[in-house]
């Protein structure tokens, strides 16, 4: 078997929320698709380790923002590599809650409000399936899909770049690798949000500098081979 074929997949990239009580907690999800549309439902794959999941269960909602192509690496890495069990993910953050009091982003392109009817336990996983309770535009986009925020990563593209991504790039002396989330740290290009100008190696970055997308330390990274 060659598991290179499950990455002929294709597939969005969304933040999905859920509350316990007054409590509001959200994760990245890939696996996000529409399975009726009589009435109007989605589904949504979720590991049975996140916090996420126990709040699906604890109160049966879920919400579904749809990020947009030029949504930051660092809003992924917040919501996708950090655990709500340590931090609050929604403090600092601009939210907006939908009807039943689930969070969604106001820089999503839609939001997909759904009320959990069936849940299939698939090995890590569970799969929810909600009706659509409610759902609305937000802002007019291309939806990021998880091919192009992965080429995103690997810097072959840049941020608000148009599909199709450019072919994978070849590996580069220079670059080191978080072992964490999979950023690239390029010298060539730096960090400039994290005040890294380019050409700056990465040996020379301060001891304090953290992974842009997940905000692992330094000695998370290795050398790209
Ligand atoms: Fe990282």
Redesign the pocket.
Known sequence: MDTKALHQITYGLYVVASRREDALNAQIANTVFQITSEPPAIAVGINRANLTHEFIVASGLFVASVLPQDTPLAVI?HFG?RSGRKSEKFQGTDYRLSPAGVPYLPASLAYLEAKVTRALEAGTHTVFVGEVSQMELVQPGVPLTYAHYHQMKRGAVPKAAPLPPAPVEQAKPGRWV?K????IYDPEKGDPEGGVPAGTPFTALPGNWV?P????SKD?FAPED
Request: some cysteine.
């Open positions: 890495g590599f978080c964490q989330c999979t950023y992974c997308v997940c905000g692992a998370a």
